[in-house]
Structures are given as C-alpha cells and as structure tokens.
C-alpha cells in the first residue's frame, strides 16, 4: 500500500496510524462534512481555490472555472485580510473522527517574503488531520502558529474547534486549506469523486445538505481595492496597507488599485478616476485574454505637480458576454480625500 502524500508531502507513518485509528473506528461511508471554518462565506471569507481538475499543466475548478491552481489538491477558504486573522477564526472538524497527525509552532509568514526552500518540507504548514473510518482523511492546513487545539489521539466530534486560520507553510494569504482523502487518492468534496473525472462529475458532494447550500459556486468576486500614492503591490492590499481613506498630497500620483478572482477570455475591464467636480483625471480599459484565477489591476495617474486637496471617485467594471448580451459581472467602487 503506498504512502500517504499530501499536496506531494511525505506524512511519515500516516497509514499507520490509520491502522491502529481503524480499530477504535468502524469502516464506514464518506463522512457527511460541514463547513469547516467559522465565518461569513461573501461577507468575511470567500472560497478562493478549489481541486484542480485539470489533468494537464493547467487548471479548471470542479466547474471548470479559474478557481484553482495547477494540481491543487483541496478547497482555499480565505479571509479577507490579515486584521481578521489576527482577531481570530476559528477552523472546525468537519466531521467525527480521531487525530492522528498535528504540526505546531510555524510561523505566520507570506511565503514570498522567506521563499519557497524555507519551508517546502512542511508546506502544510501548522496542520490537523483526522480519520474518520475507512481511511476517510481530512485535512487542515496552514494553521495560526499556537492555535492547534487538539493533540494525536483525541477523538473530536464535528464542529469541535481545532485551531485558527493562519499564515503558515507554503501560504500567501490566511486561509485554510482543507483537503478530503481516502487513503492515498484525493477526493473533491464538491464532487465527491477524484480530480480529473470531469466538470461536477459524480454529483455526489461530500458536504452535508445544509453545508451546501451554503456553498454556492461564485464564479467571479473582488477580494479587495484601494488607494496608494506610490506604486502598489497585490501582497501590501491583503495586508491592508491600502486601506486609508485619507491620504497625503504631497506629490502628483494616485493609484487605485482592485484585486478580483474569476477572470475569463472575453472579459472586458474599465477603470476610471474623477476629482470632486466630476471630472476624469484617468481611465483605462481592457480585456482578458485568458483564465485567470487572480489578478491585479492597477489604475494610475500621474503628473508632476501636486493633485489639489479634495476626495477623488474610482471605479472599477469588469463585463462578461452572458446569453448574447453584455452583462455587468464586478463592479468596485472607493473614495479617497487627500490633504
């Protein structure tokens, strides 16, 4: 039987463990699962990756939308920013079952920051994982350093917290990532099949009733806008470094700034920027060329001398050709007053 990889890392000894899990519980079906971090799906947290269904270097969600990276083998819950990490959210059992792997003590940092050789070897990062009989393995990864709040061996009933989102391992932002097994081979909970079987092949989820009807798919989503009066950087947004509203006017650059996932062929974006009197200072438009799960789009406006003192409008649009018919699919709007 082989070893247990998960997301291409080693866990020693983890079929073992299964062994001597498997006695004190019965073999059963797939677990029913519910949802597995406490927070607001559209409101404080948003489903940002999903198993990549793409057998080849690309990638396709379970509904063959952007929503996932090359072979992505679990479901991204993510915050909206650091300061929610940093307040606190709670990541639950999905399920009953018995630990029987945890990590502990990473720190929570963007891989970027350290690079990928500091920590490939626990890219999982602070991690629980549970069985739940008949080699039914759940996953929680990425995990705020000190949170994990159970231990190898314990029996934990679903809904029981198990730690709190974090930053830790191979992470760029604070989420969870959350992946089902059944002894070696991933399982899309979504599907409730492995990867690589089709778009909603199986139409068997994993998720409980309730659970998934919270679960809508939401194929496209702004995760994030603001203001700079210098360059800006998509990693400084989810930090919240672009969250003021008020900003100097010491020279003539402002910057609008708008993170969204979802992106499609054909998709058309339109950026514009107006003073106080309505005026346009800056737009900019443009189309999409290929899947995209993120990115980026920056609007700036630059000149040499000093912008006058007063609040500047942005907008952000981003159109998709739907039924025959142009339909407005995003739309981000902030305000900003430089003194």
Not at 10 to 25: K, V
Not at 68 to 95: F, K, P, Y
Not at 213 to 241: C, D, E, H, K, N
């Amino acid at each position: 039987m082989p070893a247990v990889r998960i997301r291409g890392i080693l866990i020693p000894g983890i079929l073992a463990l299964l062994t001597g899990a498997a006695s004190a519980l019965a073999e059963s079906a797939p677990p029913a699962l519910s949802f597995p971090v406490d927070c607001d799906i559209g409101r404080t947290c948003a489903l940002q990756k999903y198993v990549d269904h793409d057998a080849g270097e690309g990638y396709r969600d379970y509904r063959c939308g952007p929503l996932a990276s090359d072979r992505h083998d679990g479901t991204d819950i993510r915050l909206n920013d650091i300061h929610a990490m940093e307040r606190g959210v709670a990541v639950i059992a999905a399920a009953d079952g018995i630990v029987v792997d945890t990590r502990e003590g990473m720190p929570d940092v963007n891989v970027k920051l350290v690079g990928e050789n500091a920590v490939t070897d626990r890219g999982l990062g602070n991690r629980v994982v549970i069985h739940h009989g008949d080699r039914w393995l759940t996953v929680y990864a990425h995990l705020r350093r000190d949170s994990v709040a159970v231990k190898k061996g314990d029996r934990v009933r679903k809904g029981q917290v198990l730690g709190q989102i974090g930053l830790s391992g191979l992470s760029e932002f604070p989420h969870l990532h959350f992946s089902v097994r059944h002894g070696p081979s991933v399982v899309d909970p979504f599907t409730g099949e492995a990867p690589h079987a089709g778009c909603d092949a199986g139409a068997a989820p994993l998720w409980t009733p309730e659970t998934l009807a919270r679960l809508a798919y939401v194929p496209s989503f702004i995760m994030g806008s603001g203001f700079a009066t210098r360059p800006m950087a998509s990693i400084a947004l989810q930090y919240g470094l672009y969250d003021q509203d008020v900003l100097p006017r010491q020279h003539g650059r402002l910057y609008y700034g708008v993170f969204a996932a979802g992106l499609y062929p054909g998709d058309s974006y339109r950026f514009s920027l107006r003073d106080e009197r309505g005026q346009i200072l800056a737009d900019s438009a443009g189309e999409v060329s290929r899947l995209r799960g993120v990115e980026f789009f920056v609007l700036p406006h630059e000149t040499q001398s000093p912008l006058p003192a007063g609040r500047y409008d942005a907008r952000f649009t981003l159109t998709r050709m739907q039924n025959g018919q142009q339909s407005t699919i995003l739309e981000a709007a902030r305000s900003v007053l430089l003194r």
